[in-house]
């Protein structure tokens, strides 16, 4: 996997506005050239025969936030009316069995502890009640400061059904006017994955051993597999979306949750181009890449490109469209 030392002046810390002026570096894997552009550009790079496919999911407001910001629930899951899972700060004060009061009208019991740290909580309040609405936050990534005005822009357009712990971000760069614009000649598809916080982990020792990541759940619409059938030239937005495809290809499953790892030695079986933003090093996204691009060392040198014209990173940052 390419490693690569990032000024931190290149971590995006707010999007482009409008979404489309963002930039965007273009990698052709037969002529192995660079083109650097505008993302707005982005249909005169599309093969012409190709179907763009989109991750509708949105990014639920699963960050709760007490005390200023110091005492912190990030929900996971929602098992009962009165229960969830959520990754706790600071630890120590949900021990078991106890119960914390995080407002005046908000107590938590911890009723199980799991071996990463998760804790259940049994709350006094059903998790739908309205007044959790002023402490429920869109949950940006960890570099980027928490700022609940940028929460609309950490949504694609197209966003529909809540389920993300974090956005599928390379659809952060379309407008609805672009979209319509590729509407006119390509076929535009949307599936549904609900992106975990698995997404910003490291990789580990078992993740190799194995050969399986974190589970995510997806979705593909009867509709739309009918058509991804016919498709010629498929084009995805986004890791999530590849990996979405790429397991339906693998399983027949139209729904499913799916753990699949893809690494260099990987062959793709319908995704023949990638939109994707620049990862962060040392992550599964970063290595799915650079199984698509088929080269280390031409992995290595689109960063390096990407670095010395100062383009942004990660989540905000700018896009590269892989043909």
């Not at 992995?299 to 990660?314: C, E, G, L, N, S």
């Amino acid at each position: 996997m390419i490693d690569f030392e990032l000024p931190k002046g290149l971590i995006a810390q707010e999007p482009a506005n409008p979404r489309d002026s963002a930039r965007l570096l273009v990698y052709n894997r037969n002529t192995q050239t660079l083109t650097d552009t505008v993302f707005s550009e982005l249909p005169k790079f599309l093969p012409k025969n190709t179907t763009l496919v989109l991750n509708n999911s949105k990014v639920e407001h699963c960050r709760w936030l007490f005390d200023e910001g110091k005492t912190e629930l990030f929900v996971l899951d929602k098992l009962d009316q009165y229960t969830v899972r959520a990754l706790v700060r600071p630890g120590k004060k949900f021990k078991m069995g106890k119960t914390v009061q995080l407002t005046e009208w908000l107590r938590a019991e911890t009723t199980a502890t799991d071996d990463e740290g998760i804790r259940t909580l049994r709350l006094n309040v059903m998790h739908d009640d309205a007044r959790l609405r002023a402490i429920e936050h869109v949950p940006l990534p960890p570099y980027i400061a928490q700022n609940d005005t940028l929460a609309e822009e950490y949504q694609t357009v197209y966003a529909k059904p809540l389920g993300s712990k974090a956005a599928p971000t390379a659809g952060l760069h379309f407008t609805e006017g672009l979209l319509a614009s590729i509407g006119e000649k390509h076929d535009v598809l949307e599936v549904t994955l609900h992106v975990g916080l698995g997404t910003f982990a490291s990789l580990t020792d078992e993740n190799y051993a194995t050969g399986r990541l974190h589970a995510e759940w997806y979705k593909i619409p009867e509709s739309v597999e009918m058509r991804l059938q016919q498709a010629q030239h498929i084009t995805t937005v986004g890791t999530t979306t590849t990996r979405t495809l790429e397991s339906w290809a693998a399983s027949g499953d139209r729904m499913a949750e799916t753990d699949i790892f893809i690494q260099p030695g990987y062959e793709f079986k319908v995704v023949n181009s990638i939109i994707t933003n620049f990862h962060l090093p040392g992550t599964s996204l970063l290595l799915m890449i650079e199984a698509f691009v088929g080269s280390e060392s031409e992995m290595q040198r689109i960063y390096d490109h990407a670095i010395a014209q100062k383009y942004r990173f990660y989540s905000f940052g700018d896009a590269m469209l892989i043909l």
